[in-house]
């Protein structure tokens, strides 16, 4: 079974051979069609997020169960399959509340190792870690059955793939998360892969003025197409004062940071007007703090809240999402910019971190 692992921050991935169990009590194989090239697989490799190597990473992805250990209930060989890279339990208190994306319910054993703590892949005898407990760069992948959600036959496998982490965490900060109201103004800081669907993510929610902010000018005609009524190039313009201006000098009613900088997490919570909304989605380093004025939060009654996951419920939205991209009301043919065989992944990565793509796939 060959697989992408992290074998060392700062290398380049290995497609190596690996050999691996097959799935236990509540657990499922999965041959894998297609997996996206996402930041937070960057962050591991970048060694923002220091984890325990070796790692398959991957955590964006689509495919078909295979086969099923004792005791699994929600999925059939033969079903295709969207992968959850949290966790869902249902059984204690925040899965009970509908909050799935906090289920506490596996925090006793390590998120890259099976529920029993155990790994299901080996090299040479040694055990290597599944990124998200999925690690989904990989031919086939054994996983807890209840991270992965059926979703209609009829999706093509790229389209799935993207739903799994940058569709459901942009689509849903707008929709589950911040509940963006017709007609609200909106900023959106950083046009990749989680960006620009925070932008159709608004447009689906009748946003009246979609503002967008990029470094990069290619990036910000990815998100004109993708519904931002205007866009900022926050390299050579003042971010800041173009959004007053564009907003009767009050600010933007929402602000979404998709990068999870020190910066962009400022610059959102300034950028909203009094009473307005600041949401925080993309992933920081563990090393990132931010400075921000508590007066104007309390004078302004302004509030900053983070989202992760996009609030999603994988088992819901999944579905969900599917149904809107099949009726077209989302546009994912677009932000899918290249695909990729298994062995061009670090070609993946590498036209991911300079830029270059709105979403790259691996198609299997
Ligand atoms: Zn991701
Ligand atoms: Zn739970």
């Given at each position: 079974m060959r697989a992408a692992v992290?074998?060392?921050?700062?290398k380049p991935l290995e497609i190596l051979d690996l050999e691996q169990e097959g799935p236990k009590v509540g657990e499922v194989r999965v041959e894998v069609k297609a997996a996206g090239v996402c930041m937070s697989d960057w962050h591991i490799m970048n060694g923002d997020w220091p984890l325990p190597l070796p790692m398959v990473l991957g955590h964006e992805a689509a495919g078909v169960v295979v086969e099923l250990g004792p005791e699994v209930h929600n999925v059939r060989k033969g079903d295709h399959v969207i992968f959850s890279f949290r966790p869902h339990c249902g059984r204690c208190s925040y899965c009970s509340k509908g909050?799935?994306?906090?289920?506490?319910?596996?925090?006793?054993?390590?998120?890259?190792?099976m529920h029993d703590g155990s790994a299901r892949v080996t090299l040479n005898g040694e055990p290597v870690n599944q990124m998200a407990?999925?690690?989904?760069?990989?031919?086939h992948v054994v996983c807890p059955a209840e991270q992965v959600v059926k979703v209609r036959e009829d999706l093509p496998w790229t389209h799935a793939a993207i739903i799994g982490c940058s569709v459901a965490t942009g689509v849903g900060a707008v929709v589950?998360?911040?509940?963006v109201e017709a007609g609200a103004s909106v900023l959106v800081i950083g046009c990749g892969g989680v960006g620009l669907n925070v932008v159709q993510g608004a447009r689906l929610a009748g946003a009246g003025t979609i503002i967008a902010c990029d470094l990069l000018d290619n990036k910000l005609a990815y998100a004109r197409e993708f519904g931002a009524t205007h866009t900022i190039n926050a390299k050579t313009e003042d971010t800041l004062k173009r959004v007053r201006d564009l907003t009767g000098g009050f600010g933007a009613d929402y602000a979404f940071d998709a990068i999870g900088g020190e910066a962009t997490a400022k610059l959102a919570v300034d950028a909203i007007a009094p009473g307005g909304h600041a949401v925080l989605v993309g992933i920081p380093a563990a090393s990132t703090t931010t400075s921000i004025s508590p007066l104007q939060i309390v004078y302004g009654e302004k509030k900053i809240t983070g989202t992760y996951y996009g609030s999603i419920r994988p088992t819901v939205d999944f579905g969900v999402l599917a149904d809107l991209d099949m009726a077209k009301r989302i546009n994912l043919d677009s932000l899918i910019s290249r695909t990729y065989t298994f062995d061009e992944i670090n070609e993946g990565f590498r036209l991911l971190t300079s830029g270059q793509v709105a979403r790259g796939v691996i198609v299997f």
């Open positions: 992290l074998t060392a921050v700062n909050r799935t994306v906090l289920c506490s319910g596996h925090n006793d054993t390590p998120r890259w190792r407990r999925i690690g989904t760069f990989s031919e589950r998360h911040a509940e």
